[in-house]
């Protein structure tokens, strides 16, 4: 399977930005849906943004307007660009790839994280 390596976080000030990268290696034999989550301390894995292979995208309502998802499928990369940010957008963000292939069977990969810390 395909393995995702997250890179890009840090700590920064309130207002500050960041670019998180999510690089693609291994046996890449197709496109995905591709996918940022994010999980704050003491609270569950929650969705932060998705693209799609054809390069859709929605948003959580928490970082529309703030966050930017973009793939380079030439590169088998996705970013997201964090901008103006919150201390609540304190947590660790992961990548995540998905491809149903059948009704039922289906890839779903993860990246072992980011830290993003933002103080206040």
């Known amino acids: 399977q395909v393995q995702l390596v997250e890179s890009g976080g840090g700590l920064v000030q309130a207002g500050g930005s960041l670019r998180l990268s999510c690089a693609a290696s291994g046996n890449i034999g197709s496109i995905y849906d591709m996918g940022w989550y994010r999980q704050p301390p003491g609270k569950q894995r929650e969705l932060v943004a998705r693209?799609?292979?054809?390069?859709?995208?929605n948003y959580a309502d928490s970082v529309k307007g703030r966050f930017t998802i973009s793939r380079d499928n030439a590169r088998n990369t996705v970013y997201l660009q964090l901008t103006g940010l919150k201390p609540e957008d304190t947590a660790v963000y992961y990548c995540n790839a998905y491809k149903r292939y059948s009704p039922i069977s289906a890839v779903d990969l993860w990246g072992q994280g980011t830290q993003v810390t933002v103080s206040s």
């Open positions: 693209i799609t292979s054809d390069g859709s995208t």
